[in-house]
């Protein structure tokens, strides 16, 4: 089974930026899109964004689309989410995620998490 560690959480203020990072481990990278989720206190997890196994499709939630950035390094086995003009409202658990679907989603139902890292907005 694939293992998943996150990274890059932390407190920002609001309109600055913050870099996650998901290191991936114990199965080919390759095999997985991937994402990322968020969980607020008291909120239901929620897609954030998601790439596919080569980097070439992408998938956005409309609340981070234009300030939020996902890429993957496979040669690392890592996957990343710069985060620019960060809201109050993005504050959350971050977790990623595997998927084995043949095409892209957005749900990854059937997925691997991380422990998730902290991501925190306020002035």
């Known amino acids: 089974q694939v293992q998943l560690a996150e990274s890059g959480g932390g407190l920002v203020q609001p309109g600055g930026s913050l870099s996650l990072s998901c290191r991936a481990s114990?199965?080919?990278?390759?095999?997985?899109?991937m994402g990322w989720f968020r969980q607020a206190p008291g909120k239901e997890r929620e897609f954030v964004a998601a790439?596919?196994?080569?980097?070439?499709?992408?998938r956005y939630a409309d609340s981070v689309k234009g300030r939020f950035t996902i890429s993957r390094h496979n040669t690392d086995n890592t996957v990343y989410l710069q985060m620019n003009n960060l809201k109050p409202e993005d504050t959350a658990v971050y977790y990623c995620?595997?998927?084995?679907?043949?095409?892209?989603?957005?749900?990854?139902?059937?997925?691997?998490w991380g422990q998730g890292t902290q991501v925190t907005v306020s002035s």
């Open positions: 114990g199965r080919p990278f390759t095999i997985y899109n």
């Open positions: 790439i596919n196994r080569v980097a070439t499709v992408t």
């Open positions: 995620a595997t998927d084995t679907s043949p095409a892209l989603t957005t749900n990854f139902a059937n997925a691997n």
